[in-house]
């Protein structure tokens, strides 16, 4: 069903994404198709990040993400209701850098601050959300839609408590996450990101982190609901396939300078080589036997430009 808050989708993305170069060898590589413009990145040899410098390779994985959602074949399902979204912003704790991203902690023992419905047959409870991002505008979203990238994509982490005692146990097991994902494009302002990226320059190098909150993250959703939902991992180590994915449809609009935010803190603690924080995010992955469902009518959105 579509509502006076959905929107068609954008153009305002690339086709190809620079990747960390040694994961080529190791995993499945990208399906992901090339124009004239994106080729320039094809050229070029990123670092490994340290992250990636463990295991990461998964032989046996028959469910990886992100993935390339290709429009028209997702899956409209009637089934599909509305996310049911309650976030208790009194349970967030601290925002921090990671070293491959920054991301703001909730309390996992606040009961009822989650979501449920959707695809989902439990309450997943918030346990964290987070950014991927690019060092240009034409690429950094981890997931992309007819091989279009966006700058940047959010993740909101949620582990079922339903099933499981504690996120820990949640990373490992069948159905034990689920994840939202929001793309981010070029626009006006985002009133509530910039409560986050105000307080970046205090979170600049590896390690650091500062308190944060009350802070509610249902601020920072789209106003449509509609989504695409897969079953999928963990797209930093220790990848495991328990991941139910909600990626939102329409994306949320930021300012340039927020983006610049981002891409002004470091991988790197203090006094080590300074190395900008961007480019974090995952190759492509195969789709494999895996249907994308859509809460929406597919063929309703067939005149978007
Ligand atoms: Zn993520």
């Given at each position: 069903m579509l509502g006076s808050r959905c929107w068609k989708a954008s153009g305002l993305s690339a086709l190809v994404k620079q990747v960390w170069g040694p994961l080529q060898g190791s995993l499945p590589q990208p399906q992901r198709q090339c124009s004239q413009h994106s080729c320039t990145q094809r050229g070029k040899t990123p670092a490994l990040h340290p992250l990636w410098t463990g295991p990461v390779s998964v032989p046996e994985g028959t469910r990886q993400s992100p993935i390339n959602i290709q429009w028209r074949d997702s899956i409209y399902d009637p089934q599909l209701g509305p996310l049911r979204v309650s976030y208790d912003a009194a349970s967030c704790l601290y925002i921090w850098n990671t070293g491959y991203l920054f991301q703001v902690e909730f309390d996992e023992t606040a009961k009822g601050s989650g979501i449920s419905g959707g695809p989902l047959e439990n309450h997943y409870r918030l346990k964290q959300f987070h950014f991927h991002w690019g060092a240009a505008d034409e690429w950094g979203s981890e997931h992309t839609v007819d091989g279009r990238a966006h700058p940047a994509e959010l993740h909101l982490v949620h582990w079922n408590s339903v099933k499981y005692q504690s996120y820990k146990d949640a990373v490992m097991g069948e159905n034990g996450l689920a994840v939202i994902g929001v793309f981010l494009k070029l626009g006006a302002p985002h009133e509530t990101l910039q409560e986050l990226v105000d307080v970046l320059p205090e979170i600049k190098h590896k390690d650091t982190r500062v308190a944060l909150g009350p802070?509610?993250?249902?601020?920072?959703?789209?106003?449509?609901q509609d989504y695409w939902t897969y079953g999928g991992s963990l797209t930093t180590p220790p990848l495991t396939e328990s991941v139910t994915w909600i990626i939102q449809k329409q994306p949320i609009e930021v300012a340039q300078s927020q983006l610049s935010a981002f891409r002004a803190l470091l991988f790197s603690a203090p006094g080590e080589e300074e190395k900008l924080m961007v480019d974090n995010y995952r190759l492509l992955q195969p789709l494999m036997d895996r249907k994308v469902r859509a809460s929406f009518r597919v063929a309703a959105e067939g005149t978007r430009s």
């Amino acid at each position: 069903m579509l509502g006076s808050r959905c929107w068609k989708a954008s153009g305002l993305s690339a086709l190809v994404k620079q990747v960390w170069g040694p994961l080529q060898g190791s995993l499945p590589q990208p399906q992901r198709q090339c124009s004239q413009h994106s080729c320039t990145q094809r050229g070029k040899t990123p670092a490994l990040h340290p992250l990636w410098t463990g295991p990461v390779s998964v032989p046996e994985g028959t469910r990886q993400s992100p993935i390339n959602i290709q429009w028209r074949d997702s899956i409209y399902d009637p089934q599909l209701g509305p996310l049911r979204v309650s976030y208790d912003a009194a349970s967030c704790l601290y925002i921090w850098n990671t070293g491959y991203l920054f991301q703001v902690e909730f309390d996992e023992t606040a009961k009822g601050s989650g979501i449920s419905g959707g695809p989902l047959e439990n309450h997943y409870r918030l346990k964290q959300f987070h950014f991927h991002w690019g060092a240009a505008d034409e690429w950094g979203s981890e997931h992309t839609v007819d091989g279009r990238a966006h700058p940047a994509e959010l993740h909101l982490v949620h582990w079922n408590s339903v099933k499981y005692q504690s996120y820990k146990d949640a990373v490992m097991g069948e159905n034990g996450l689920a994840v939202i994902g929001v793309f981010l494009k070029l626009g006006a302002p985002h009133e509530t990101l910039q409560e986050l990226v105000d307080v970046l320059p205090e979170i600049k190098h590896k390690d650091t982190r500062v308190a944060l909150g009350p802070f509610d993250p249902s601020r920072l959703l789209p106003a449509c609901q509609d989504y695409w939902t897969y079953g999928g991992s963990l797209t930093t180590p220790p990848l495991t396939e328990s991941v139910t994915w909600i990626i939102q449809k329409q994306p949320i609009e930021v300012a340039q300078s927020q983006l610049s935010a981002f891409r002004a803190l470091l991988f790197s603690a203090p006094g080590e080589e300074e190395k900008l924080m961007v480019d974090n995010y995952r190759l492509l992955q195969p789709l494999m036997d895996r249907k994308v469902r859509a809460s929406f009518r597919v063929a309703a959105e067939g005149t978007r430009s």
